[in-house]
Nanobody
C-alpha cells in the first residue's frame, strides 16, 4: 500500500532555507503527479507546487522563484527546496500523490519561519 512520509521541517530564520522530503513506499507506479500543499493555523490548505510524470513543474505565485520541487524516481522521493523563507510560509507542509489509483496524503511536517 502506498504511504507518504514527509520530513525536513523545523524552525528557520526569515531568509533561511529548508529542504523537505517526501518518501514513498509501496507500489508507487510510474505515472503520477506529486504535489506539495501547506496549511497554516486558521487557514485553508493551499497548493504550493507540483511535478508531473514528465518532470514538468508548476508553482503557486507566492512561492515562485523561491521554492523548487524535484523528484528522484530511483529513491521514490520528492523534494521541496525552500529558499528565502518568510514568516508567512509558516505552516504544516503536506505531500500528495495523485494517480489513476487514487490520492494519497502524508501526515505533514511543520515549518516555522521566525526570528
Amino acid at each position: 500500500q502506498v504511504q507518504l512520509v514527509e520530513s525536513g521541517g523545523g524552525l528557520v530564520q526569515p531568509g533561511g532555507s529548508l529542504r523537505l522530503s517526501c518518501a514513498t513506499s509501496g507500489s508507487i507506479g510510474s505515472i503520477y503527479v506529486m504535489g506539495w500543499y501547506r496549511q497554516a493555523p486558521g487557514k485553508q490548505r493551499e497548493w504550493v507546487a507540483r511535478i508531473d510524470d514528465s518532470g514538468s513543474t508548476y508553482y503557486a505565485d507566492f512561492v515562485k522563484g523561491r521554492f523548487t520541487i524535484s523528484r528522484d524516481n530511483a529513491k521514490n522521493t520528492v523534494y521541496l527546496q525552500m529558499n528565502s523563507l518568510k514568516p508567512e510560509d509558516t505552516a504544516v507542509y503536506y505531500c500528495n500523490k495523485n494517480s489513476v489509483t487514487g490520492i494519497t496524503w502524508g501526515q505533514g511536517t511543520q515549518v516555522t519561519v521566525s526570528s
